[in-house]
C-alpha cells in the first residue's frame, strides 16, 4: 500500500537524518539532488550511505533516495544509495526512457530484491511524454513535482493551485490507465500556513492522490490525516459491502443505499478501495 506521507530530507545534515526518521512520515525520500548544494553533494552522499547502513528495526519508514538525472552525479549517487536498508529511487527532472530503463536495470541486478523506481514528473517533456516514462518496465510509481514545472512554464499559482490541474489529471489517468499506484502528490513550500496545505491536501485526495510528498515535519501528521479515511467513511463503506454481498446473494446487481442513492459494482469499487486505504 502507498505511503502516506514522503518526508523529504536533504542527505547534507546527518543530525537532521538521523531525526527524521521519528517524525511520523510512512516514507522518507532523502535527497541528493535540489535540496543539497552543489559542493555539499559528495558529503551528503557519505551521510546517505551511513544512514542507510545503520537504520534498521521496525519502525523505520520506508527510505526512498532522490538520485540526480545528470548521467555523472547519477552514477555516484546509485553508488551511495544502492544498499540494504534501501525501498526504492526517485529519479528527478525523468524524461528519458532509455535512462530510466537503466536505472531499472541497475536495481535488479544489485542483488538488494524488489526496489521501487519512481520517475519525478516535474518537466514539460515528462509531463508530455509521461506514459512512455511509467511503461518502462521496473516502474512502481510516479510523483509529480511542481517547482520545477512551474519554472518551466511560468506558472504561478493562484489561490486553488488550477494552474497544474491538467497534469495533476494526467498522472492520475496515465497511472490508472498502465495499472500503476495512485501516484504521490507533490510538494507543497507552504510549511507554516497549514490550513493552506490541508485544503491543497483534500483537492489531490478528492482527485485521487492517497499520498504525498512533503518538506517539512508539521505537513506530514497533515498528509497521515487526510489520507487515512475517517471511521465514519470506513464504517459506511462496509456498510455498503455488506449490503452489496446481500444483495448478490439475492440475485441484485444494483441496489438503494440508506440515503437513497444507487449501488451497484462500480461503487463497491470504491468502497473496497476505502477498507483498503483504512488498513494500511
Ligand atoms: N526533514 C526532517 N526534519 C526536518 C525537515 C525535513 N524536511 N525540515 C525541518 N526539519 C526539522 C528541523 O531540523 C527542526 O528540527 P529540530 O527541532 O530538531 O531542530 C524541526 O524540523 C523544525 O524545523 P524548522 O525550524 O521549522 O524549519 P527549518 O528552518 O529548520 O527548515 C526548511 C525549513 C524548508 C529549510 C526545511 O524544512 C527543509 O530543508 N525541507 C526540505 C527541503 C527539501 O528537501 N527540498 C527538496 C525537495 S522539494
Ligand atoms: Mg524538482
Known amino acids: 500500500m502507498i505511503p502516506r506521507s514522503w518526508l523529504y530530507v536533504p542527505a547534507d545534515d546527518p543530525v537532521r537524518l538521523a531525526k527524521a526518521a521519528g517524525r511520523g512520515a510512512d516514507a522518507l525520500i532523502i535527497d541528493l539532488e535540489d535540496g543539497v548544494a552543489p559542493n555539499a553533494k559528495s558529503k551528503a552522499r557519505e551521510h546517505l550511505a551511513d544512514f542507510l547502513t545503520t537504520s534498521t528495526g521496525n519502525d523505520v ?143 489531490l485526495a478528492r482527485m485521487g492522490y492517497v499520498g504525498r510528498a512533503c518538506i517539512h515535519p508539521a505537513q506530514v501528521a497533515i498528509a497521515n490525516e487526510e489520507f487515512t479515511p475517517t471511521a465514519a467513511e470506513l464504517e459506511q463503506a462496509r456498510q455498503l459491502i455488506s449490503q452489496a454481498d446481500e444483495a448478490a446473494a439475492a440475485g441484485r446487481g444494483a441496489f438503494v443505499d440508506a440515503d437513497g442513492r444507487m449501488v451497484d459494482e462500480a461503487i463497491i469499487r470504491s468502497a473496497r478501495r476505502i477498507v483498503n486505504l483504512g488498513t494500511r
Open 61 to 203: 519508514p520506508a527510505l526512498w533516495v532522490r538520485v540526480n538525472s545528470d548521467p555523472e552525479l547519477l552514477e555516484e549517487d546509485l553508488v551511495a544509495a544502492l544498499r540494504p536498508g534501501l525501498s526504492g529511487i526517485v529519479m528527478a527532472k525523468a524524461e528519458s526512457p532509455d535512462l530510466i530503463n537503466s536505472v531499472a536495470e541497475r536495481l535488479r541486478s544489485s542483488g538488494l530484491g524488489e526496489l521501487g523506481l519512481m520517475p519525478l514528473v516535474e518537466t514539460g517533456l515528462a509531463v508530455f511524454s509521461v506514459a512512455d516514462l511509467a511503461s518502462v518496465p521496473g516502474v512502481t510509481h510516479l510523483q509529480v513535482g511542481e517547482a520545477d514545472l512551474r519554472a518551466d512554464m511560468h506558472i504561478t499559482f493562484g489561490p486553488d493551485e488550477s494552474e497544474l490541474l491538467l497534469v495533476r489529471q494526467r498522472v492520475v489517468i496515465v497511472c490508472a490507465a498502465l495499472g500503476l499506484p495512485a501516484p504521490i502528490a507533490p510538494v507543497s513550500v507552504e510549511f507554516r500556513d497549514l490550513d493552506v496545505f490541508r485544503a491543497g491536501t483534500q483537492r
